[in-house]
């Protein structure tokens, strides 16, 4: 699918932001191991979200869709059924990780596959906790899809992540559940913490210790009901647009802004961008919040500084750093990037992929091992950008389009409808 996008005179609007992907499995898979229903609100219509309501209906739930909200039906913490065949995780590397955490401490084996950019991704980092719990995890060429979990007795753990993922350690967090001893993960540096927050507002015995997320054997958990926010990671790409268009101004509602989210407006407002909103600062280090907040989002077009971000920031901004490359290109001054090897097993080797795309538009940027450097030239010019079959890369290429002088065709734009399926509408909204 070739999509033209033209340069874009101002943009100005008012939006929801599209449910966010994270929450949105998270509510589902915790919602499928409660013993009561769970009504989830505002949950993310997407390629992705789909695809977790599919794997949970292959594990015995039952999954209703109401005209306003879904309705989950599982069969307990314990409950897991056996999978007829492969579970299809589909282009999810949130399911394909968080699900076998669940699994592995249940009685029976589970295989678990996805389409070709999934069998790219890791499941080692999964694999080796779990295996040191007592599950067994055989994965193609010991590291990737299709990949089987052998359900077993869980004993104890101490974990130190050697990657900040919130995907591994929300794992590790699940399988603690089931786990006869305690299960204790230490983050080299903060990531996303929904788990978390999900896990302790559904009665888990969850905690925080001296920079540990400690999870004690849980009986059951008790939902009841979920409203879904809208996703930052989505509404980054209409933030970018609306920064980069002269003239623009835009209003997002009933945005997340858990501060594990929000790395992307602070880096933002460091290369001068004006977003106005409620921002959420990091709680106390033993809290765990249990709401999500969200905010209004006010955002207006304006000049940009380059800027560098280290390591501490990636996990904190990590889908956004192609857009931090985005704007750098536009900015006065560098932009590096640093610490962000993990781009490169994301849906796409997203270091090549940003560096391939915004090369061909004009961009001036460099790959490094773990992340870019970019010169800004105060704008670019256009031409084609492949997405490789990504949806950030494709939503990308669009807002380029938007902002550039000549205008961009975007290749493999379906791509967007894994995490937002409405973009395109959105911005014919805005235009
Ligand atoms: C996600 C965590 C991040 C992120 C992904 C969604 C999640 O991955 O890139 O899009 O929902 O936990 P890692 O935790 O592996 O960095």
Request: glycine share 12%.
């Amino acid at each position: 699918m070739r999509t033209r996008f033209e340069p874009a005179a101002r943009l100005r609007g008012d939006l929801v932001a599209p449910p966010d992907k994270s929450i949105s499995h998270r509510a589902a898979l915790l919602a499928a191991m409660c013993a009561e229903p769970v009504h989830v609100r505002n949950y993310l219509d997407a390629g992705d979200t789909n695809s977790t309501l599919d794997a949970l209906r292959a594990v015995g739930a039952l999954v209703e869709a109401r005209p306003d909200q879904i309705v989950i039906r599982g069969g307990g913490l314990r409950g897991a059924a056996p999978a007829d065949a492969p579970i299809d995780v589909g282009n999810s590397g949130t399911l394909m990780r968080l699900l076998p955490g669940w699994l592995a401490g249940q009685e029976g084996s589970w295989t678990l596959d996805g389409d070709e950019s999934i069998r790219r991704r890791p499941v080692d980092r999964i694999a080796e906790p779990l295996r040191m719990l007592g599950a067994r995890v055989d994965a193609t060429n010991g590291r990737f899809p299709p990949f089987t979990v052998h359900g077993a007795r869980l004993g104890s753990l101490d974990y130190e992540l050697p990657v900040a993922s919130a995907q591994v350690k929300s794992c590790v967090l699940l399988a603690g559940l089931l786990s006869l001893g305690e299960v204790a993960v230490a983050e080299p540096r903060p990531s996303r913490d929904h788990t978390e927050r999900l896990l302790a507002r559904a009665g888990a015995g969850v905690s925080r210790d001296d920079g540990r997320i400690v999870v004690a054997r849980t009986d059951e958990l008790e939902l009841d009901e979920i409203t879904v926010p809208g996703d930052l990671s989505s509404a980054a790409f209409l933030i970018a647009a609306g920064v980069l268009v002269p003239g623009s101004r835009l209003l997002l509602r009933d945005v997340g802004v858990n501060w594990t989210r929000t790395g992307f407006l602070r880096i933002l407002e460091r290369m001068g961008g004006v977003v106005v909103g409620d921002f959420e600062s990091p709680p106390p280090p033993r809290e765990i919040p249990t709401e999500e907040p969200v905010s209004e989002l006010d955002v207006r077009a304006g000049p940009l500084v380059g800027t560098v971000v280290e390591a501490d920031e990636v996990p904190l901004a990590i889908d956004e750093l192609p857009l931090v490359a985005l704007l750098g290109c536009f900015a006065e001054g560098d932009t590096i990037v640093r610490g962000a090897g993990e781009l490169r097993v994301k849906e796409s080797d997203r270091i090549a992929a940003v560096v391939e795309g915004l090369r061909a538009l004009g961009g001036e940027i460099e790959p490094t091992e773990d992340g870019f450097a970019v010169s800004g030239t105060g704008g670019l010019q256009g031409g084609v950008l492949d997405s490789h079959g990504d949806h950030r890369v494709a939503m990308l290429g669009a807002v380029a389009g938007l902002a550039s002088r000549e205008g961009v065709t975007v290749l493999g734009m379906d791509a967007a409808a894994i995490s937002y399926p409405l973009f395109l509408e959105h911005l014919g909204t805005l235009a």
